[in-house]
Nanobody
Framework: VQLQASGGGLVQAGGSLRLSCAAS????????MGWFRQAPGEEREFVAA????????TYARFVKGRFTISRDNAKNTVYLQMNSLKPEDTAVYYC???????????????WGQGTLVTVSS
């Protein structure tokens, strides 16, 4: 199984980025997908998750209304659209595949390598 995250970069506060995570080696639509992030010196924290069908989503309170998770099962890809970015959103963002809509890292089986998002003030 491989999860390849991309789309990170440097953006000014208030800007937008769209992260992508391309999956291979698994039956993509059978897996819930999640995004987590980890800032320097901090623990990995939940950002958003989406069910296998894409019909159910859940978000961390601090991103709701600014970020949108979606997936395209025909392309084996999950996305995270991030708007109104803040400097505190700066972190390495990881995608993960699991059996449900988990909000803890332990609930996910497979992880991507991460993509760095830096938001300047």
């Amino acid at each position: 199984v491989q999860l390849q995250a991309s789309g990170g970069g440097l953006v000014q506060a208030g800007g937008s980025l769209r992260l992508s995570c391309a999956a291979s080696g698994l039956t993509f639509s059978s897996y819930g997908m999640g995004w987590f992030r980890q800032a320097p010196g901090e623990e990995r924290e939940f950002v958003a998750a989406i069910s296998g069908s894409g019909g159910t989503t859940t978000y961390a309170r601090f991103v709701k209304g600014r970020f949108t998770i979606s997936r395209d099962n025909a392309k084996n890809t999950v996305y995270l659209q991030m708007n109104s970015l803040k400097p505190e959103d700066t972190a390495v963002y990881y995608c993960a595949a699991g059996s449900g809509l988990g909000i803890t890292p332990e609930e996910y089986e497979y992880w991507g390598q991460g993509t760095l998002v830096t938001v300047s003030s």
